[in-house]
């Protein structure tokens, strides 16, 4: 009898409960009919309020964009003593959740982004973007695009002096490395003056399509991205009656655009082997590398969907490493160029 395999690495048990907690409350809070009951997922969903006074050397600050559809973003600011002579990177981060769950001010969120403040160090303006199914696509990359106009027309005085939005890069995780790519994609296209972007980073992005791959079939039953889930999901998301090869889910396949001729920044990609995501992130690799874009692969073989959440596991130092080594390129380049 062949043995089946496995779909979970060895976790800690608060790993593994903060998993399936998770999980279950998704579960429980998306209905069949395609609507989420926000009120019973929010008993679970801790908010995190903003600190002017610096919590592990990082302040934080929320800035409204757009009170009418609740946009705004929290700024992540480390305290550095050298301010005069250091320039760091500003980071739009978006979050993940499926389109669906989850805000700029989750708790595990508001955490990470504080640790990635820290430790590159740069300063993070997190999206608070609008979520689905009661805003669908395009809302959220209308959103992030906002935000960035927002930062690009605006003096916004919560921004402290150092950072330097010539040095700006657009990460996400899980659907909001969707997002990354998407509303990267409008702002190459734009006129953008003040705010230059020279690298993206894709954090296990959430990326999918009509067709069912190897790895989805394969780890069926994995933390967090179960095929019913995703599907879910994307029915939440997407245009009614379009199916998941539209071209926010399946970006290089039938109906992607050609990004051949598009200034696209340079993309790191970041891939976990316990993920069932991974063939459909190998791909959004491949067909930037396709499209003649600099990309780059990195794949930690034992790391779960999500895994960047805990930084407590060995990958985490690993991934912050090679975060830390990616903007340094990229911003050398710049400033070489």
């Not at 979050?95 to 300063?123: I, M, Q, R, W």
């Not at 696509?137 to 919560?158: A, R």
């Amino acid at each position: 009898m062949s043995q089946k395999p496995r779909t979970t690495p060895d976790l800690p048990w608060k790993i593994r409960l903060f998993y399936s907690t998770l999980t279950f409350a998704v579960d429980i809070t998306r209905r069949s009919n395609i609507t989420v009951s926000r009120r019973l997922f929010n008993l679970v969903d801790f908010k995190s309020p903003p600190s002017k006074k610096p919590i592990n050397g990082v302040t934080t600050t929320d800035i409204t964009v757009d009170l009418s559809r609740n946009l705004w973003f929290r700024l992540h600011t480390p305290t550095i003593t050298d301010s005069d002579s250091t320039k760091l990177p500003v980071i739009l981060y978006f979050h993940g959740g499926g389109f669906v769950f989850l805000a700029a001010n989750s708790k595990p969120y508001d955490d990470y982004c504080k640790t990635l403040a820290k430790e590159l160090p740069a300063v993070i303006v997190s999206v608070n973007y609008r979520l689905a199914p009661e805003h669908r696509y395009p809302s959220q990359y209308e959103d992030g695009f906002d935000v960035l106009k927002f930062i690009e027309t605006n003096s916004i005085e919560s921004f402290p002096s150092y950072a330097d939005l010539n040095q700006c890069f657009i990460p996400g995780d899980s659907a909001g490395g969707n997002l990354a790519h998407h509303v990267v994609l409008k702002a190459v296209k734009s006129n953008l003056n003040k705010v230059r972007i020279i690298g993206v980073l894709a954090v296990q992005p959430y990326f999918g399509g009509e067709e069912r791959t190897e790895s989805e079939i394969r780890l069926e039953g994995a933390p967090l991205v179960s095929m019913e889930m995703t599907d879910w999901m994307w029915k939440a998301f997407l245009p009614e009656e379009s199916d998941r090869d539209h071209p926010a889910a399946n970006v290089f396949g039938p109906n992607g655009e050609d990004i051949s001729s598009v200034n696209f920044p340079a993309t790191i990609v970041f891939v976990g082997g316990f993920d069932p995501l991974q063939d459909w992130q190998k791909r959004y690799y491949e067909g930037l590398k396709k499209s003649g874009k600099e990309a780059y692969l990195v794949e930690f073989p034992n790391a779960c969907h999500s895994f960047y959440a805990f930084p407590e596991l060995p990958e985490f130092g690993l991934f912050v490493k090679e975060i830390k080594d990616f903007i340094q390129k990229k911003t050398n380049c710049q400033v070489n160029n």
